[in-house]
T-cell receptor, first 120, second 114 residues
Framework: AQKVTQAQTEISVVEKEDVTLDCVYE???????LFWYKQPPSGELVFLIR??????QNEISGRYSWNFQKSTSSFNFTITASQVVDSAVYFC?????????????????FGKGTHLIIQP | DADVTQTPRNRITKTGKRIMLECSQT?????MYWYRQDPGLGLRLIYY???????NKGEISDGYSVSRQAQAKFSLSLESAIPNQTALYFC?????????????FGEGSRLTVL
């Protein structure tokens, strides 16, 4: 069975610092997808990124970057020059692809989330 | 308008009452899901449905039931609510073909059971 571990329950940094949120996953499948979602204080879930298991290229989107390493089963998320608006709970999630019924048949498996606090 | 709509957004009820949370979607997706979020526990899957004739239990289905009334509608019921069902509930959808597993979430329904 798949599992996602976010060992950092809460991180607090001062604005403009860089911060990395860790995500480690377990799966038996060779084809899978990894996700990050942001949950601001208002409560909705905001999709940030999807990465498939065959694409280990790191990705950068503005101040956000993601480091995917299959060798360590990790998919870490870094925010550069953090801002107060980045304060939120961040979830890492995993979906296993089933060849017969399409990917993510059973939905996503989520980590427990990391509460990121950016202090002004 | 949101692609995935949940009603009600907030509800306070008493122990023993029957509660229904409704979800409707305009994305045309076949798959629909109900998740529950508790502080420090992340999101856990309650039920999911591949189409109107297919309902599956998730990780924490005890105390809940669902109904897939149409492709676009998926309701979650608590037959006799209890305080430990106080949580934030999310409905989600995903595609069938070429599915990567990405979920599209509603805005959440906050339920408080007194």
């Amino acid at each position: 069975a798949q599992k996602v571990t976010q060992a950092q329950t809460e991180i607090s940094v001062v604005e403009k610092e860089d911060v990395t949120l860790d995500c480690v996953y377990e799966t038996r499948d060779t084809t899978y997808y990894l996700f990050w979602y942001k949950q601001p204080p208002s409560g909705e879930l905001v999709f940030l990124i999807r990465r498939n298991s065959f694409d280990e290229q790191n990705e950068i989107s503005g101040r956000y970057s993601w480091n995917f390493q299959k060798s360590t089963s990790s998919f870490n998320f870094t925010i550069t020059a953090s801002q107060v608006v980045d304060s939120a709970v961040y979830f890492c999630a995993l979906s296993e692809a089933l060849s017969s019924s399409g990917g993510g048949a059973d939905g996503l498996t989520f980590g427990k989330g990391t509460h990121l606090i950016i202090q002004p | 308008d949101a692609d995935v709509t949940q009603t009600p957004r907030n509800r306070i009820t008493k122990t023993g009452k029957r509660i229904m949370l409704e979800c409707s979607q305009t994305k045309g997706h076949d798959r629909m899901y109900w998740y529950r979020q508790d502080p420090g526990l992340g999101l856990r899957l309650i039920y999911y449905s591949f189409d109107v004739k297919d309902i599956n239990k998730g990780e924490i289905s005890d105390g809940y039931s669902v109904s897939r009334q149409a492709q676009a509608k998926f309701s979650l019921s608590l037959e006799s609510a209890i305080p430990n069902q106080t949580a934030l509930y999310f409905c989600a959808t995903s595609e069938w073909t070429g599915n990567t597993g990405e979920l599209f979430f509603g805005e959440g329904s906050r339920l408080t059971v007194l």
